[in-house]
């Protein structure tokens, strides 16, 4: 309630001729298309990488069309009460989702009633980045490595428990996939948000999490959680001393997930088009792309066509992995 008064505020603020943001159009030769301020919904708590992603990428799109760009933190019940503002939005464009590889993965499979379909309810229209993640553990408790993480957890079957952004969101994917792998017997715990996971994890009440380098990293910097392995096929320039978990312990493990930009399934393919352009431009100039890359995260910007084209591959990608996980139920 809170969150759609605020909105409300800024548009009638934003109406009133008392702009709220400094912004400057692009192209001030084109016509007008969003006079309005866009809402960008982030289907999870602050603070995670979605919600990173899209404070780096709206603010400059807000630049760009010259009307505010709000991003609206709308997490809860596996990320389905943000994606169903969107998917029952006007077709105007004014209200976008940041969305991951969850949306059309796992929740089609996993939450059989949720009040959309992942898979036909959205336009795709743009994907900004591919983001690997991060095995976190305590400092204070955890293991130095791998490879001794994977010990205790065999050494302890069903005692160690992990934290993720919700039940079948990409980091419970991601853990699911490690665990499988690896050969190991852990609890998963969901909640509203990865950064509230790590929150619990720092508290020491789980062992583990699998967070987005993007959400990640600060907790390493800081030296609240260390730091295990890295899911991308390779190190990352930002962390050059973080081993892939694949050499660390794992043969074979790799996981990367996608942050994209979708609008309701209604929204006529002309404006679709004209939104690929705007936040393409704005994924692609040089301040934003440090700030994407800065947080490990690797630069997409495709067309819309392309977007759709990379998730209905990745789907039979991680089906067995979602089928194993909606054979368990909902965890704890």
């Given amino acids: 309630m809170r969150s759609n008064f605020l909105f409300f505020l800024i548009a009638v603020v934003w109406a009133a001729g008392q702009p709220l943001f400094a912004q400057t159009r692009a192209d001030k030769s084109a016509p007008a298309f969003l006079t309005q301020p866009v809402r960008f919904i982030v289907p999870n708590a602050p603070g995670g990488p979605t919600d990173t992603v899209a404070r780096i990428v709206g603010q400059k799109l807000a630049e760009r069309l010259g009307v505010p760009v709000v991003v609206d933190n709308r997490g809860g019940a596996s990320g389905t009460v943000g994606g169903d503002l969107v998917a029952k939005s006007a077709p105007d464009g004014r209200t976008l989702l940041l969305v991951s590889s969850s949306a059309f993965v796992s929740t089609p499979i996993l939450v059989p009633n949720a009040p959309y379909d992942g898979r036909r309810d959205f336009a795709l229209i743009t994907a900004i980045v591919s983001v690997p993640y991060l095995l976190l553990v305590n400092p204070g408790s955890g293991p130095a490595s791998v490879r001794d993480f994977i010990a205790l957890a065999k050494a302890k079957p069903g005692s160690l428990n992990y934290g993720s952004a919700g039940h079948g969101s990409t980091s419970h994917l991601v853990g699911a996939l490690f665990s499988s792998i690896a050969g190991i017997d852990v609890v998963h715990v969901p909640y509203k948000g990865s950064s509230l996971a790590a ?49 660390a312990g794992v043969p074979g493990f790799e996981a990367a997930v996608t942050h994209g930009v979708c609008a309701t399934a209604r929204t006529p393919p002309a404006l679709v088009a004209r939104l690929n352009r705007e936040i393409v431009a704005a994924i692609n100039t040089p301040d934003v792309r440090e700030r994407l890359t800065a947080i490990g995260a690797e630069i997409v910007a495709n067309s819309s066509e392309e977007y759709q084209a990379a998730t209905r591959a990745e789907i039979p990608r991680w089906e067995k992995v979602v089928r194993e996980i909606a054979a368990k139920g909902t965890e704890k």
Avoid at 211 to 236: C, D, F, N, P
């Fill in 199 to 247: 929150i619990d994890l720092i508290g020491g009440q789980l062992q583990f999490e699998f967070e987005a380098i993007a959400g990640g990293m600060q907790h390493v910097k800081s030296g609240r959680l260390r730091a295990l392995g890295i899911s991308s096929a390779k190190r990352l320039p930002v962390l050059p001393g973080l081993p892939t978990i694949a050499e």
